[in-house]
């Protein structure tokens, strides 16, 4: 009888997308808009369209890409409050476009796909997925699969600290719990508690120094690998400044224009823009930490931090940063490498994401999967980022070496989805499914590791081997997908 119901619940799309962040709203426009298409299904694990900026709810959360260069061309944006928007403003942009375009009727939220796998007999998907709120499982079809996970989508949890789980299970019982910091817990007060921040990334940096601004929080954060920082003063545009934008002719893309060329140069000016960040960072940080927060790599090898208040905030008396390794998550706090251990009220993670493989099981032609495909390569590879050979139908947005560590992902999303909408065009008429020569993503791999230089160590997925996954900035390789 289950079985019975489960096939009635059986549904056939053209399209479907997993992912409901700006990926897979920037997708799902695409294929009403341009393709008329609108049999498509969208599924995301959470309650609404948003995606990063849905989950990354923490204290100080916002971009660190000037507002003009996050949005596509396709959908300028005028309003924007400030040169780098909060959470809640770039949620609100990316729901408005959902809503504008009436994405949610396409949409299966609290819905995570568990797998896809490519049947050669019905030149389709079979997609299983699962409610996350009830564990129920159900299988559904489409022609082609567009994922649109992110990049910033799954937590990683440190690998060797001993009591700590791949999920994030662990004996720790202080009073606020551990967490990652893209799974914020708004119900913990931090007032009078200790807590501890493991990872100074992108995340950290921000919300640090709204968790400090109490005096009566103490913070520790522990940081291992130091990160270069950009100073970029989140200014307010001016009424007037907007209403330009809003009003006259092309006066938004030629300010759009200025942005990217301001924040975009050649080699050279990055050489002497690392030598201003070292002595802006002396100039702010404290004396005693000069050290401990001077990168021993260049500058281009990753994506510099926007410095909101972090520097700064470092001279409070109640903040603390250190360099220890830890060993092990206990329940009382964290044990040391020296066999010292440290109470905590609050454990919480910014130790980045998941990255270079994929976030749900794929299989293409023969039942290969896509990870095990991707290790038998020594790397993840995809022909211009977007379709892997073996896997028919199926295509990938902000895939393998296509994003720049200094620039736009909606940038680069834009510019796969374009392409994606090129293969579509002819592939929704009547025709046999296209399967990619191997060899073309092979051609193109040799080019875009060439420039990785002393960044080899830097940004590489879980797969050994393996060629920097997030291309080195000024590069233009988004654009030549």
Not at 167 to 176: N, P, Q, R
Not at 193 to 204: D, E, H, Q, T
Not at 417 to 439: C, F
Not at 440 to 458: F, N, T, V
């Amino acid at each position: 009888m289950t079985n019975t119901l489960l096939e009635e619940k059986e549904s056939r799309y053209d399209v479907a997308i997993v992912g409901a962040g700006p990926g897979g709203v920037m997708m799902g426009i695409a294929l009403k808009e341009q393709l008329g298409v609108h049999d498509i299904r969208i599924y995301d694990k959470s309650s609404d369209f948003g995606g990063t900026w849905l989950d990354n709810s923490y204290p100080g959360s916002a971009s660190d890409t000037p507002a003009h260069f996050y949005t596509p061309t396709t959908h300028l944006n005028p309003h924007w409050s400030r040169t780098f928007p909060p959470q809640s403003e770039l949620l609100a942009y990316w729901r408005g476009l959902a809503s504008q375009y009436s994405l949610h009727t396409n949409a299966s939220f609290f819905t995570r796909v568990v797998h896809a796998s490519w049947n050669a007999t019905t030149q389709h998907y079979d997609i299983e997925i699962e409610d996350v709120r009830t564990g129920e499982r159900r299988q559904e079809h489409a022609k082609f699969v567009v994922s649109a996970t992110g990049l910033v989508s799954e937590p990683r949890y440190p690998e060797g600290i001993q009591g700590l789980g791949q999920k994030g299970e662990c004996a720790f019982e202080g009073v606020g719990g551990l967490w990652h910091s893209a799974r914020w817990r708004h119900d913990v007060d931090f007032h009078g508690r200790k807590v501890a921040v493991i990872g100074n990334s992108a995340s950290a940096a921000q919300f640090v120094p709204c968790l400090s601004a109490d005096p009566a929080t103490h913070v520790v954060n522990f940081c291992r690998s130091p990160n270069w920082f950009v100073y970029g003063a989140r200014h307010r545009y001016p009424p007037a400044l907007r209403w330009v934008l809003a009003h006259v002719p092309l006066a938004l893309r030629i300010f759009r224009l200025s942005v990217i060329l301001i924040n975009y140069g050649r080699p050279i000016w990055h050489t002497l823009r690392q030598k201003d960040l070292t002595a802006y960072m002396k100039r702010t940080a404290p004396a005693k930490y000069h050290q401990q927060l001077t990168p021993n790599y260049p500058m281009t090898c990753r994506r510099p931090i926007l410095d909101a208040g972090y520097y700064a905030c470092l001279h409070r008396p109640n903040v603390e940063l250190r360099s220890n390794a830890v060993r092990e998550v206990t329940k009382s706090g964290l044990r040391f490498e020296d066999g010292t251990e440290e109470a905590f009220d609050v454990i919480i993670l910014s130790t980045g994401f998941i990255t270079g493989r994929s976030l749900f099981t794929i299989k293409g032609e023969g039942g290969v999967d896509l990870d095990e495909f991707w290790k038998s390569e020594g790397r993840p590879m995809a022909h211009r980022g977007v379709c892997v050979p073996g896997f028919p139908n199926l295509f990938l947005i902000a895939g393998p070496n296509t994003v720049t560590r200094n620039g736009s992902a909606i940038f680069t999303h834009e510019v796969g989805v374009d392409y994606i909408v090129q293969l579509l065009t002819p592939l929704l008429r009547p025709s046999p499914s296209p399967s990619l020569n191997p060899a073309r993503p092979r051609r193109r791999l040799p080019r875009l590791q060439c420039c990785s230089g002393a960044c080899a160590r830097r940004r590489r997925s879980s797969h050994s081997n393996l060629p920097t996954v997030v291309v080195p900035c000024g590069r233009g390789d988004g654009r030549e997908l």
